[in-house]
């Protein structure tokens, strides 16, 4: 099997070149937990001659705990399939233990590969699922930006229909764009980038190069300070941190 994973395009015309702390830290960690239930909303994603399963539904929210802090996640309830998948995978403790396999600064964290729990030295990671792949559920909507959950998947040319790993994901560091580089960009793709999209590429940054070639399916609410520290780790060759970063997902219920 090829390496799960995703492309990272250089495009050179457009110039891409103590105990009481702690606890304080917990009740902060604690308290954004409640803010991010409190602040959940429901999600309606039917057209007007059309009812989906999804219409009311509470869009789910997921912790991935690491040692560099938790991130808080909101799954999207416009990409089910990704969604329940990840659930799923969540419920059964799929990815404890499992580490961060490929770090990226400026690009991405990458992780999810089940061959990754304990963990060998030099060894490269990223070959591993489930056994099955997801259907792409691309959304115009639902983009690139930072803090985007998204799935990882094998290259296209043997996989044609951009099909997702079963388990494999990263989440988006990247970078900030201006609206120049937004526009050629775009040309180049063969696609007009929104403008609601642009201005959030111009002030938080994502991957814009990456929209409706792999699936976002959830962001990042609280805790984007973690994916900045992961990030930045040091790495070793394959981009496999040379500190392992184990991961603990679960889920966040009312």
């Known amino acids: 099997m090829s390496k799960i994973t995703l492309a990272f395009i250089l495009l050179v015309n457009i110039g891409f070149l103590t105990s009481s702390c702690a606890h304080t830290e917990a009740q902060k960690r604690n308290t954004s937990v409640d803010k991010a239930i409190a602040n ?29 802090g938790d991130m808080i996640i909101k799954l999207y309830n416009e990409t089910p399939k990704h969604r ?3 659930i799923k995978l969540a419920k059964e403790g799929f990815y404890n233990g499992t580490i961060f396999h490929r ?17 060998k030295p030099g060894v490269m990671y990223g070959n591993g ?25 094998e290259g296209d040319a043997i996989n044609p229909t951009k099909a997702s790993s079963g388990s494999q994901f990263y989440i988006v560091q990247g970078r900030t764009f201006t609206n120049m580089e937004l526009t050629t ?27 409706m070639n792999y ?23 394959g981009d496999r941190p040379v500190k392992d970063i184990k ?3 679960s889920l966040i219920d009312d």
């Open 40 to 68: 959940r909303v429901d999600t309606n994603s039917t057209t007007d001659n059309q009812q989906d399963s999804t219409k009311h539904q509470r869009e789910q929210l997921v912790k991935i705990s690491t040692d560099y």
């Open 84 to 86: 329940d998948n990840f």
């Open 185 to 211: 960009l775009g040309r180049q793709m063969g696609r007009i980038i929104p403008a609601d999209q642009k201005e959030v590429y111009e002030t938080l940054g994502g991957t814009p190069f990456l929209d």
């Open 215 to 237: 699936t976002v399916f959830g962001e990042v609410i609280m805790g984007m300070d973690v994916i900045d520290k992961i990030a930045a780790v040091k790495t070793l060759r």
């Open 103 to 119: 770090v990226i600064k400026g690009f991405m964290i990458q992780g999810g590969d089940p061959q990754s729990r304990n963990p």
């Open 247 to 249: 991961m603990t997902v």
């Open 129 to 153: 699922g489930p056994g099955y792949t997801i259907p792409a559920e691309f959304n115009k909507k639902l983009f690139h930006k930072k803090g985007a959950l998204a799935a990882a998947r």
